[in-house]
């Protein structure tokens, strides 16, 4: 699977005992990340069965066909019989049969075998009255015994003319699993069969290539061929890695850097090659790989895509890239990819940002929710407001313009209009909280006096030896961070430095580093130790938590403490960080604190730079609403209508400057 490049995603597909080929560095997205497994299980017996399979039926189904073909007069028919175990079930009404033999002239029935059992039985079908040659004559005793024959039932019959059909289907389907090729390999989150390997493909992008990377970068021509390294990019951790050429000269680069294996693999869109890339100067082999066109408009950018499946690793992916550029590729700029499939009109804006958030995402959760944003449902209901809000402005301009010539128009209809558009943005930005909440994850500082327990609580949560722990107080110097998913909200925690007075000039400085956690942290973890009880110092420590800043009073060291009930009352959560008792208690806790429920439902969010116009779109409807109140000209009214307008254009995409589009692309890693 080439899915986004995402560890939380790659990580959660052990059932499909897969693997992951590429990089998973956190911190260096790439635009696509890839899981491998073996297609065929069965190797050879699968097609062999289904070939088995086929024969078979076609031979069953013959000899069905061979029971039909002997209908003939003399014989009688029994019908609702399967063919192949024909007589015995009819015995006995072979004999009664051939005990009422006709004495005269017999029917012989025209006609299909059912029509003529009808006719026999007189209640349909057409019949004639002929003198069977061989046939007893009138008034002449029964001769030897007729020959019994069954018909096939009704569902039989059916199956029997569809027999080569279905022999056909078969056959075809196993010679297809037996060679493997002509597979079409579909593009876009769908599953595709490549050789032996089952490969989907999800355009995807992501934030940055580094923490740190972003730099801002002009839009560029739109009619080169661009080229980047599509997977995260760290030394040793992937087994494959894929460049990604688009523009018009990426078919033309791709038959100039990469040679087919043997003659009979042709250039086809949607089709992989197996074979060599080279360096096209030499003739140097850079590279055993895959490679797989996709011609326009049927690719991520809607241009000729080609991308180069390499080993992984640092300097072979280089090389092929390096390749792809001396062959006449420019390298991409950050976000590239995705602004050409944007300019395409293969995405809008708010699908271009979910895709960013999906590769950016730290818990499944979050995936979830970005891909939520990718089906363009957000962008479809933005726009919806954008047209309800254009439908009045169009009215209040008409009467600017030609007040004479239209009938008067209502203020009220128009406030409700505009009301109605805020009600449905004000809806969306309640949502987003939930949303924000899963994006950006929480910020958790745990803080208290020296060795109270804080360090072995993150090691608990963390489930890993994070942070040393002793019983010397003052253990923690620096900050140490853990990232964590509870319940589906990405959060990073933060070891402190125990905060009290002290000479140590290393304590002090990490004393200093705890305070600014403090200040910074969305929600804060105060650990006191129950055996010491609630002490003056906690009760200072708690006074500098910021207002606002949810907190979570934890007493530790519960297993220690067998009756200090009144600095019980202190805590919301008492634990054991030793023995893990009350940490489900402590997770539901900070979870609760930050307004997070147990199910975050999620919905298509807004990102933050949506919230924000969303916001001002809301803000200028208001003003809307205020110049209706003070019954001023239609004029007064255009202008923050036109305003709001312009702002949902922004956040789809139909009405944004060149300027902004860049910031957002910019914000991409190089290769998505
Ligand atoms: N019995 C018991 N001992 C605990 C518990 N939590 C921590 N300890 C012990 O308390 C001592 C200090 O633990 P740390 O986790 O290093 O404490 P700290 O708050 O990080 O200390 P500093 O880094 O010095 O600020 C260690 O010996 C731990 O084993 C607990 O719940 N029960
Ligand atoms: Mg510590």
Redesign the pocket.
């Known amino acids: 699977f080439f899915s986004m490049s995402n560890r939380a995603r790659l990580e959660e597909m052990p059932m499909l005992r897969a693997y992951s080929t590429t990089a998973r560095a956190p911190g260096s997205h790439g635009g696509l990340g890839s899981v491998s497994y073996w297609a065929r299980p069965f190797g050879i017996l699968l097609p062999l069965l289904l070939l088995g399979t086929g024969l078979l039926m076609t031979a069953v189904l013959s000899f069905g066909d061979a029971q039909r073909t002997r209908w003939q007069p003399d014989t009688l028919l029994v019908a609702g019989v399967l063919p192949t175990r024909p007589l015995q079930d009819a015995g006995h009404i072979a004999s009664k049969a051939n005990a009422h033999r006709p004495t005269s002239a017999m029917t012989v029935p025209k006609g299909t075998p059912s029509q003529a059992l009808r006719a026999r039985q007189g209640t349909a079908g057409s019949t004639t009255q002929a003198q069977v040659p061989g046939a007893p004559g009138p008034g002449q005793p029964s001769q030897a015994p007729y020959p019994l024959r069954a018909l096939p039932s009704h569902g039989w019959r059916l199956v029997e003319r569809l027999k080569w059909v279905l022999a056909a289907v078969l056959l075809l389907f196993a010679a297809r699993c037996g060679t493997g090729r002509r597979m079409p390999v579909l593009q876009h989150g769908r599953a595709a069969i490549a050789g032996s390997e089952w490969v989907a493909m999800m355009a995807t992008s992501a934030e940055v290539n580094a923490p740190g990377d972003t730099q801002e970068q002009p839009l560029q021509s739109a009619h080169d061929t661009i080229a980047a390294i599509a997977t995260a990019v760290a030394a040793g951790a992937g087994s494959v890695a894929i460049v990604r050429v688009s523009g018009p000269r990426a078919l033309s680069i791709g038959q100039k850097m990469f040679k087919p294996a043997g003659t009979r693999q042709k250039w086809e869109s949607h089709r992989v090659l197996y074979g060599h890339v080279l360096k096209s100067a030499t003739g140097e082999v850079l590279d055993e790989a895959l490679l797989l066109f996709m011609q326009a408009p049927r690719s991520f950018t809607a241009e000729d895509v080609v991308e180069f499946h390499c080993h992984g690793g640092l300097v072979v992916v280089q090389q092929v890239l390096l390749e792809a550029l001396s062959c006449g590729a420019r390298l991409a700029s950050p976000g590239e990819f995705t602004q050409r499939a944007f300019l395409n009109g293969r995405l809008d804006l708010t699908q271009a940002e979910a895709l960013a958030d999906i590769i950016s995402a730290r818990s499944a959760q979050g995936v979830q929710l970005a891909l939520s944003g990718l089906d363009g449902g957000l962008g479809k209901a933005i726009s919806n407001m954008r047209s309800a809000l254009l439908d009045q402005l169009a009215e209040m301009e008409a009467r600017i313009d030609f007040e004479e010539e239209c009938p008067p128009l209502d203020g009220q209809a128009v406030c409700a209009a505009l009301v109605d558009v805020r009600t449905q943005l004000e809806a969306m930005i309640a949502d987003a909280a939930g949303g924000q909440l899963l994006r950006d994850g929480l910020r958790v500082a745990i803080i208290?006096?020296?060795?109270?327990?804080?360090?072995?609580?993150l090691n608990l949560l963390s489930k890993a030896e994070r942070?040393?722990?002793?019983?010397?107080?003052?253990?923690?110097r620096d900050l140490v961070e853990s990232e964590l998913v509870i319940k589906g909200v990405p959060v990073t925690l933060i070891?402190t430095?125990?905060i009290r007075d002290t000479d140590d000039i290393v304590e002090a400085m990490g004393i200093v580093r705890s305070r600014e956690a403090l200040a910074a942290a969305d929600v804060v973890v105060q650990?006191f130790d129950l055996q010491k009880g609630w002490q003056p110092e906690d009760e200072k420590l708690a006074a500098n938590i910021p207002n606002g800043v949810p907190s979570v009073k934890v007493g530790?060291?519960?297993?220690?403490n067998a009756g200090a009930a009144e600095s019980m009352k202190y805590a919301d959560v008492t634990?054991?960080?030793?023995?893990g008792q009350g940490l489900g208690e402590l997770e539901s806790a900070l979870l609760t604190a930050c307004g997070a429920t147990e199910n975050i439902g999620v919905k298509a969010n807004l990102n933050r730079r949506q919230l924000e116009l969303a916001q001002r779109a809301i803000d200028s409807i208001n003003q809307v609403l205020l110049t209706a109140q003070d019954d001023l000209p239609w004029d007064f009214w255009c202008i923050d209508t036109r305003a709001a307008i312009l702002t949902l254009g922004e956040i789809t995409g139909e009405e944004i400057t060149e300027a902004t589009l860049d910031r957002i692309f910019s914000k991409f890693c190089i290769g998505k």
Do not use: E, F, R, W
Request: glycine fraction near 12%; charged fraction near 15%; charge should be negative.
């Open positions: 208290g006096p020296p060795n109270v327990g804080k360090s072995s609580l942070a040393i722990v002793t019983d010397v107080p003052g253990t923690t070891d430095a125990g650990v530790n060291k519960m297993d220690l634990m054991s960080a030793v023995t």
